[in-house]
């Protein structure tokens, strides 16, 4: 079945940096578009970025575009969040999100928590 694993979160300074990890199976990791989410508390889930399947098309929100770099290395089903200058407007619980056949599969998620 299709499964996500995301890891790579914990607590930062403003400022800091992390990287997301999300591994993925069940399915041709290679011939999918993977994004990633985040969902802050009391927030509704919001888009964060997404790569095209070969890795050569990227796209972000406008509120992490500069900071964060998206990527994907399709030799280990896994997809990578690079967060680089991290703000505490930053902190969320990030998910990965794999779109098969119309259905959304979600990762349990990873929380990152920015301090000020």
């Known amino acids: 079945q299709v499964q996500l694993e995301e890891s790579g979160g914990g607590l930062v300074q403003a400022g800091g940096s992390l990287r997301l990890s999300c591994a993925a199976s069940?399915?041709?990791?290679?011939?999918?578009?993977m994004r990633w989410f985040r969902q802050a508390s009391g927030k509704e889930r919001e888009f964060v970025a997404d790569i095209s399947r070969n890795g050569g098309t990227t796209s972000y929100a406008d509120s992490v575009k500069g900071r964060f770099t998206i990527s994907r290395d399709n030799a280990k089903n896994t997809v990578y969040l690079q967060m680089n200058s991290l703000k505490p407007e930053d902190t969320a619980v990030y998910y990965c999100?794999?779109?098969?056949?119309?259905?959304?599969?979600w990762g349990q998620g990873t929380q990152v928590t920015v301090s000020s």
């Open positions: 069940g399915r041709t990791f290679s011939l999918y578009t």
């Open positions: 999100g794999w779109r098969i056949g119309g259905f959304d599969y």
